[in-house]
């Protein structure tokens, strides 16, 4: 996920001129991570659960600080959690799977075994990394926090994504306003074992590193309402793949309550179809296939692209 507010601005773009379906990216062909620029790193906000605990402060800014060493080493360096940080998960990750059994997309819930999550402890971003590149060529980069919203797309041009390895807060397990470790190994990471899913994630990179300021609020709407908040119809029901869903009780009972219209997904409806940030969406679009969302995003993308 990245912050809606900060100005976009152009961070990794370096060379417009490549091909749109280069699925084959290597690890070569990444730009060093040391030379990326994150100023706009957010904080701690102050309405975070664990704002006001010092200890838990310390345990997160620790853990982002490894992510800092990750952009000047390239390696991913494991986070030795404590039995408190895994009892979060237990509880989370145990409550969501109940959920996932009737609401999950079925690819979702095979490639999370794939990947070999758990309910028991916090997978380490170094194993799914090392399964995922196997799988479907795409690579894990740890992150200290959100960053803007080309910084982050732009990253999934190298069928990359950014991810934190922090926790939420022990206070409030079924809560984060922030990306956490269970937003993205839970939400996110098992999804990009979908080649579909990968390929259509790396077109909204591709966009992203020519799109124009305008088209960078369009790119950030059409990841939104996919990569964070989509349905999928499979066999006649509809499934979540989104991972704002799939990481929220929350999120999940309301996606398939009565207060949301489930719309067809149409790709020019939602590039103009805002949304906000905190609340809850009333609006929600079911794609029909994950090779149909990566066949209209690929003529959007080269429509942009020029
Ligand atoms: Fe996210």
Redesign the pocket.
């Known amino acids: 996920?990245f912050t809606e507010s900060a100005a976009a601005t152009r961070t990794t773009t370096s060379n417009p001129a490549f091909r749109i379906d280069n699925f084959d990216v290597a690890d070569s062909d990444l730009p060093e991570f040391r030379d990326m620029p994150f100023e706009n790193i957010n904080e701690l906000h102050l309405d975070h659960p664990g704002a006001n605990d010092p200890e838990y402060r310390k345990r997160r800014d620790y853990i982002a600080g490894l992510a800092k060493n990750f952009r000047e080493t390239g390696v991913i360096t494991d986070v030795d959690y404590m039995e408190q940080e895994q009892e979060i998960w237990r509880i989370v990750a145990g409550r969501l799977e109940e959920i996932h059994a009737r609401r999950a997309s079925k690819f979702y819930l095979q490639a999370k075994k794939d990947l070999g999550i758990s309910n028991d402890r916090i997978p380490q971003l170094s194993e799914m990394n090392r399964r995922l590149q196997r799988l479907s060529n795409f690579r894990l980069a740890p992150i200290e926090g959100l960053v803007d919203t080309r910084a982050f797309l732009s990253w999934l041009y190298y069928r990359t994504m950014l991810s934190t390895q922090y926790i939420r807060h022990h206070s409030r397990p079924e809560y984060t306003p922030e990306?956490d470790i269970v937003?993205?190994a839970i939400?996110?990471i098992p999804m990009f074992t979908n080649r579909d899913f990968a390929d259509f994630s790396q077109f909204i990179g591709h966009g992203a590193r020519v799109a124009t300021d305008e088209q960078i609020e369009e790119l950030g709407r059409l990841y939104w309402f996919t990569?964070?908040f989509g349905l999928i119809e499979e066999d006649g029901e509809v499934k979540a793949y989104g991972?704002?869903l799939l990481s929220s009780f929350g999120e999940l009972d309301h996606a398939f309550s009565d207060r949301v219209e489930r719309r067809p997904f149409d790709l020019d409806e939602v590039l103009i179809t805002s949304y906000e940030y905190s609340d809850m969406q009333p609006v929600l679009y079911v794609i029909p296939s994950y090779a149909e969302l990566k066949e209209v995003t690929r003529r959007y993308i080269e429509r942009i692209a020029g």
């Open positions: 996920m990306p937003h993205e939400g996110h990569v964070e991972a704002g």
